[in-house]
C-alpha cells in the first residue's frame, strides 16, 4: 500500500507541490485545517504531516506556533520551497483581456508589482488552489487566479504570465512531522534542534535562559515570543538552534535554560536543509 502524506489546503496548493516534489513516492492526501492534518498522522491515516512554518516575506504561518507544542507530533525534517506565482486564466483568455486576479492575500501582496503594471484589480480569496478552482468554473476570460503550475495542471488553466512575484528570493520552510523520532542520526550531518519554552518570573531570567547557548558556542538561528492563549502575560518562546540533543555542548545548554525556565518542549530535531548554505 502507498505510503501518504498529509498537507493543508485544496488539490494544487503550494503545500500539495512541494508534497510531490520531497515525497514523489507518497500519496498526497488535503486536509481542511492545520488541526486536521495532524490528526490524519496522529491517527495513522497518513505516515507524514507536511506544515509551512514560515515565509521570507509574509513571515511566519498564523497559528502554527500554537498548534505545534500541542501536537503528538515530532519534528523529523524541513523543506526550503522556492515560491513561483503564475497568473492562470481559463483557455481562450490572454494577458491583455484579464481585469481582475484572485488568489490568497499573501500571494497578491507578494506579485503587487505585476498586478499593478498590468492594471489587474486583485481579489482576495480563501487561498491559491481555490481560487484557481473557482476561475475554471467561471471560464470568464476577464477573470484570472494567482496561483502554482500544478493548479493550472489540474483544473485545466492557462498560465498567462510566469514568475510574476516581486521577489526572486520568496521562498517558503515548510517542516515534515512524524509520531516519532528517527532512530539513527545521519553521520557528519549538520542538525537543527526546535524547541518551546517559558521564562520564570524572574528578573533578567530570558537573559540567564540563553546565556548557555552563548557560553556553549551554539549558535541561535531563530527566537521567537508569542503570548498563549491571549495573555498578556504568559510568553513563550520558539527556537531553531544548530546542534543536536545529544551534543555535549547542546546537553548542557539545556540544563541551564533548566534553571530559569519553565516547560521547556524539544518539538524536533532533524538533518538541516542544504538550501541553507545558499
Known amino acids: 500500500m502507498k505510503k501518504k502524506i498529509a498537507y493543508q489546503g485544496r488539490p494544487g496548493a503550494y503545500s500539495h507541490l512541494v508534497c510531490i516534489k520531497a515525497f514523489p513516492n507518497y500519496e498526497p492526501v488535503p486536509c481542511e485545517s492545520f488541526e486536521e492534518v495532524f490528526k490524519k498522522t496522529e491517527n495513522k491515516e497518513t505516515e507524514i504531516s507536511l506544515i509551512p512554518i514560515e515565509n521570507s516575506q509574509a513571515g511566519r504561518v498564523a497559528d502554527i506556533h500554537n498548534l ?3 501536537s503528538n507530533l515530532v519534528i523529523t525534517g524541513e523543506y526550503f520551497h522556492k515560491v513561483r506565482h503564475h497568473l492562470l486564466g481559463c483557455p481562450g483568455s490572454s494577458l491583455d483581456s484579464i481585469k481582475t486576479a484572485e488568489s490568497h492575500l499573501h500571494a497578491l ?3 503587487k508589482d505585476f498586478l499593478s503594471n498590468n492594471k489587474i484589480k486583485p481579489i482576495i480569496s480563501a487561498d491559491t488552489a481555490g481560487a484557481a478552482e473557482e476561475i475554471s468554473k467561471v471560464k470568464n476570460n476577464s477573470r ?3 496561483a502554482s503550475e500544478l493548479a493550472a495542471k489540474i483544473y485545466n488553466l492557462t498560465i498567462l504570465s510566469s514568475n510574476i512575484e516581486d521577489a526572486i528570493h520568496n521562498t517558503t520552510r515548510f517542516l515534515f512531522m512524524k509520531e516519532n523520532f528517527e532512530e539513527v542520526r545521519i553521520q557528519d550531518a549538520e542538525y537543527i534542534t526546535s524547541f518551546i519554552f517559558q521564562v520564570r518570573n524572574i528578573p533578567s531570567a530570558l537573559f540567564k ?3 548557555g547557548f552563548s557560553t556553549n558556542k551554539i549558535n541561535m538561528l531563530k527566537l521567537e515570543s508569542y503570548m498563549l492563549k491571549g495573555s498578556f502575560k504568559a510568553t513563550q518562546f520558539y ?8 551534543d555535549d ?3 548542557q545548554a539545556f540544563e541551564e535554560l533548566g ?3 519553565k516547560e521547556v518542549k524539544i518539538l524536533g530535531y532533524y538533518p538541516a536543509s542544504e538550501l541553507r548554505k545558499d
Open 68 to 70: 505545534l507544542p500541542m
Open 109 to 111: 501582496a507578494q506579485c
Open 144 to 146: 484570472a487566479a494567482i
Open 209 to 211: 535562559a540563553l546565556g
Open 239 to 246: 527556537v531553531d538552534i544548530e546542534g543536536h540533543p545529544e
Open 249 to 251: 555542548n547542546v546537553k
Open 259 to 261: 534553571f530559569f525556565s
